[in-house]
């Protein structure tokens, strides 16, 4: 950040001329009078890189977000009774219980045992994502006629939702940063976070793959 300004660089990596996160895509009437034609954008990035400001930023200019962290959690809850079948036998080995004292599901427990091993986080995906398209697309259609951002850390996951969207802004920031950020934010063990840190550090790779075959431009903007 220099001058209260928040780098952005283009899929090549190159620092935009005039970089404030207040206006990548402005929604000013174009020259005709006309306002500009709603668009979805997803605003991505590794664990605690800044993604929620930057999706603030937008919200100024007339944005409405949908955190997916939080859909994602919502769609958990509505899946609970198959996550239990998947990976109780595997909380019992652990001696990890997966249920709360009111019968709700465990989320931080469930990320224990998923973070551990990418087969068994792509499991719980397999449960958990056809949800999370369905409660998303109904945010879309709520909200048409708006601009829309899809806040979301594996949005490459879900091509059905990647290919609305017509940019793709990647946060970045120090993974030291990103550490401080996350243990205050969460209150995770350093290991769990760790661990997930681990899991997204070829996320940008992935997005970059992504946008290449569906056409979707990137734009990386160091937070």
Do not use: W
Not at 197 to 223: G, S, W
């Amino acid at each position: 950040m220099e001058n209260g300004k928040r780098k952005t660089e283009n899929s090549r990596g190159e620092v935009s001329p005039s970089a404030t996160m207040a206006s990548p895509f402005p929604p000013t009437p174009s020259p005709r009078g006309k306002p500009l034609k709603p668009q979805i954008i997803c605003i991505t990035g590794q664990m605690a890189a800044g993604k929620n400001y930057v999706c603030s930023q937008f919200e100024k200019e007339g944005f409405v977000s949908l955190d997916l962290d939080k859909t994602a959690h919502t769609a958990i809850s509505l899946c609970t009774p198959q996550i239990i079948s998947a990976f109780g036998g595997e909380a019992e080995k652990r001696g990890i219980s997966l249920l709360n004292e009111d019968g709700s599901l465990n989320r931080r427990a469930l990320g224990q045992i998923v973070f551990s091993s990418p087969a068994l986080l792509a499991q719980q995906e397999s449960i958990v994502y056809p949800k999370i398209i369905e409660l998303t697309n109904q945010f879309i259609e709520e909200n048409s006629g708006k601009s829309v951002i899809l806040n979301a850390t594996v949005l490459f996951k879900t091509p059905e939702l990647l290919s609305k969207c017509e940019k793709i802004f990647f946060v970045k920031a120090n993974p030291i940063k990103r550490l401080i950020r996350a243990k205050k934010r969460d209150g995770l063990p350093l290991r769990q976070i760790l661990a997930r840190f681990k899991n997204q550090r070829n996320l940008l790779k992935e997005y970059m793959c992504a946008a290449e075959k569906l056409n979707i431009p990137v734009e990386i903007v160091r937070n």
